[in-house]
């Protein structure tokens, strides 16, 4: 049956059928492949862009980094140095002349055209067919002004100023996320705090209960202890919120997703203040970002007084020029007519001129009249003349000029524009001193806070120890039966408040440290 050739036919069949329906799986393949490549390559990295990673370690250093690389805001302010750096260049390229070019094409329909109160058929011109002209120039004009040559440096004093408002907002944003982190650490103290709070009083509460079943306290006792560890529950949540609220804001800050988890890693620690005011006073005249913002808007400002008397320049105005024409007829029968009747008259002209050499009484030679004829070959450059659109132009001359202008009266605009850009200048000058002023008694009065929440530390660490004690005595004497609660919850309201105390001034030592560094410009911790 093998030898059967329908076997064989059937046979083929089958394997062409396989062939092409495995040759079409592979093809299904390589696009579902192709397209996971694509999707993987387009969607991937999009994400792996808009959303930055947060260290589970994070230290303040870190914070800082990734805010300055991803706060939406900061990136908003830099946005304006390279406009800044745009209005530098154009600035200067405003003294290069400048070239232009043009081109055009139009079409003018066959008709009777009218040239004042004639027509053209009235001046001879009549049965003028269509027409197509094209035509380009090409020019160059230079203006050279006072103003155009102190644009640059205009350009470049407000580059400056713009760059010290970046500055100034990173620092503002560096000021923000290090408040940020410190709230942070200030709220894990606190939770630590409700926490022991919150492990007392359960230790209370049994101590209570042991109490009261062998008899030695009374219902009221254990009442109270229930309250107390109430009272601390409470605590623990409104300080877990607060944790919570806290962390949201640093994440804001940094400007990235606010889902991310981490553990603060950077601890800070008090150190004795023995800053010198006139130290932190010189240091702040040099590098506070403020004051560095105010001197770069005065030399602009500056600058700005200068391009005010520049109007009283006179300005130069050169400029110089080509072009070029093609005019084609859509048929060159009236061209050739007008050629035609132009040989006739010059005929006729010619054979009358011959007539009269011959009544001389000295007869002249005859002209040859024939040379007016319109042969074969001149109608053939007739249309060759005609095929110029729409390249082949025609120049017309060149041209140039140069104008001088001298502006004598312009209704006094411009000394109102000098007033107004001195009385600028001199507002800047009295902001810069009255900020001068500002940050001498911003670091005074900054320097003795500081140094007042750092004794206020030492005494509440001293406290501590004196509650710590009062609290175990407390705790001993409700034990043995010689206090009942309530001497034990005054100790214990004394130590949480003492914990509290303690962990406020700490930080209140690094909030107003770290105010007293944006205000100087540069860091005065001990690392």
């Not at 008899?215 to 006792?221: P, R």
């Not at 506070?288 to 913002?293: A, F, G, M, W």
């Not at 140039?400 to 001195?422: D, K, Y």
Request: glycine share 4%.
């Amino acid at each position: 049956g093998c030898n059967n050739p329908s076997f064989i036919t059937i046979f083929t069949a089958h394997i062409r059928t396989d062939l092409l329906y495995w040759r079409f799986l592979l093809v299904m393949k390589f696009f579902q492949k192709s397209l996971v490549f694509c999707l993987f390559i387009c969607v991937i990295p999009v994400q792996s862009e808009s959303q930055t990673q947060v260290p589970y370690n994070l230290s303040l250093a870190q914070a800082i980094e990734i805010a300055q690389n991803n706060n939406p805001a900061i990136h908003s302010v830099r946005n304006d140095e390279n406009i800044a750096d745009w209005a530098v260049k154009s600035a200067y390229g405003s003294l290069i002349p400048n070239a232009t070019t043009s081109g055009g094409a139009n079409w003018q329909g066959s008709g009777e055209q009218q040239f004042g109160s004639l027509t053209a058929g009235q001046l001879g011109f009549a049965n003028q067919p269509s027409y197509l002209f094209s035509s380009y120039s090409v020019g160059l004009n230079y203006n050279i002004s006072g103003a155009a040559l102190m644009a640059p440096g205009q350009a470049k004093a407000n580059r400056e100023a713009t760059r010290a408002q970046v500055a100034q907002a990173e620092t503002t944003l560096v000021l923000e996320v290090t408040q940020s982190y410190i709230e942070v650490l200030r709220q894990i103290e606190q939770s630590r705090v409700s926490e022991q709070q919150l492990d007392r009083a359960r230790f209370n509460l049994e101590l209570a209960r042991a109490r009261f079943e062998v008899g030695t306290a009374t219902a009221v006792d254990v009442a109270q202890a229930e309250v107390a560890l109430g009272r601390a529950e409470v605590s623990v949540l409104q300080v877990e919120n607060s944790l919570s609220n806290a962390r949201i804001r640093l994440l804001q800050k940094m400007g990235v997703a606010l889902d991310n988890d981490f553990i603060t890693t950077t601890q800070f620690s008090l150190s004795i203040p023995n800053w010198n005011s006139e130290e932190l006073y010189d240091l702040g005249i040099q590098q506070n970002p403020n004051l560095q913002s105010l001197r770069a808007t005065r030399s602009s400002a500056s600058y700005t007084v200068k391009m005010a008397k520049s109007t009283y320049f006179p300005t130069v105005s050169m400029r110089a020029g080509l072009s070029g024409f093609t005019r084609q007829a859509s048929n060159v029968d009236f061209a050739i007519g007008s050629a035609e009747a132009q040989a006739a008259s010059a005929t006729q002209s010619c054979l009358q001129t011959n007539i009269l050499y011959a009544r001389l009484s000295n007869p002249l030679p005859a002209r040859d009249c024939s040379v007016f004829a319109i042969t074969d070959g001149i109608t053939e450059q007739i249309r060759l003349d005609n095929q110029q659109f729409p390249f082949n132009f025609t120049s017309q001359p060149a041209s140039a000029g140069i104008t001088v202008s001298l502006p004598i009266f312009q209704g006094l605009n411009r000394n109102r524009q000098v007033a107004e850009a001195n009385v600028q200048l001199e507002d800047l000058d009295l902001n810069l001193k009255e900020q001068e002023l500002a940050l001498r008694a911003d670091i005074e009065t900054t320097l003795a806070t500081i140094q007042t929440a750092y004794q206020s530390a030492l005494i509440d660490e001293r406290n501590q120890i004196v509650v710590d004690e009062q609290l175990r005595l407390a705790r001993e004497r409700f034990s043995e039966g010689l206090a009942d609660f309530l001497e034990l919850l005054e100790a214990e309201t004394l130590k949480v408040e003492a914990d509290r105390a303690q962990v406020e001034a700490i930080f209140a030592y690094h909030d107003f440290l770290t105010n007293l560094e944006a205000v100087v410009g540069t860091s005065l911790r001990i690392e």
